[in-house]
T-cell receptor, first 119, second 114 residues
Framework: NAGVTQTPKFRILKIGQSMTLQCTQD?????MYWYRQDPGMGLKLIYY???????DKGEVPNGYNVSRSTTEDFPLRLELAAPSQTSVYFC??????????????????FGPGTRLTVL | AQSVTQLGSHVSVSEGALVLLRCNYS??????LFWYVQYPNQGLQLLLK??????LVKGINGFEAEFKKSETSFHLTKPSAHMSDAAEYFC????????????FGKGMKLTVNP
């Protein structure tokens, strides 16, 4: 059980280039999330998904896109990289809400992160 | 809307001293609260969580936190700091609705001095 995996670990992009950050989880979790972490700012939610085929914007979605064609995978796409997208990106997953409506666990499981630099 | 406040960005303690990391939350409904730890160059790991029931919650590595509704607080403590506790700590609150989103505080970097 690998949990949440992310690739690549590091990447340097030039302004205007595009790339996809990969995220895969093997825990059969319905919910998946993408965050960015900037020094002193905590984690900001970029996009999230409550199940295959369903995605929605988080707090800072501009410049990013996502898709969720399977339960396991939740890739994050940067179309035109900008220096402001230099950050550490984390993917996370959590179980679906239980019959109580507030989730059996509510714990989010995080991947190891991707450090992206845009020059 | 829910929010979390962690005042300050850095705290330094001596090995063996008490660790106290403060977290205050804002929520119009009973909150679900979390503390996560991030070791250097790693992802976040759950330390402990409060959902319902006992207000004193025990987590991993000797940490605990107490939910105080009257003070809207969820401070993290550990009686005796160890060098291995050096990390960044994040408090978070679960948002309402079915998306199970977390709102994080800005984090607190803990340094432990020998």
């Amino acid at each position: 059980n690998a949990g949440v995996t992310q690739t690549p670990k590091f990447r340097i992009l030039k302004i205007g280039q595009s790339m996809t950050l990969q995220c895969t989880q093997d825990m059969n979790h319905n919910y998946m999330y993408w965050y960015r972490q900037d020094p002193g700012m905590g984690l900001k939610l970029i996009y999230y998904s409550v199940g295959a085929g369903i995605t929605d914007k988080g707090e800072v979605p501009n410049g990013y896109n996502v898709s969720r064609s399977t339960t396991e995978d939740f890739p994050l796409r940067l179309e035109l990289a900008a220096p402001s997208q230099t950050s550490v990106y984390f993917c996370a997953s959590s179980p679906a809400a239980g019959t109580s409506g507030r989730g059996r666990s509510n714990e989010q499981f995080f991947g190891p992160g991707t450090r992206l630099t845009v020059l | 809307a829910q929010s979390v406040t962690q005042l300050g960005s850095h705290v330094s303690v001596s090995e063996g001293a008490l660790v106290l990391l403060r977290c205050n939350y804002s929520s119009s409904v009973p909150p679900y609260l979390f503390w996560y730890v991030q070791y250097p160059n790693q992802g976040l790991q759950l330390l402990l969580k409060y959902t319902t029931g006992a207000t004193l919650v025990k987590g991993i590595n000797g940490f605990e936190a107490e939910f105080k509704k009257s003070e809207t607080s969820f401070h993290l403590t550990k009686p005796s700091a160890h060098m291995s506790d050096a990390a960044e700590y994040f408090c978070a609150v679960l948002t309402q609705g079915g998306s199970e989103k977390l709102v994080f505080g800005k984090g607190m970097k803990l340094t432990v001095n020998p």
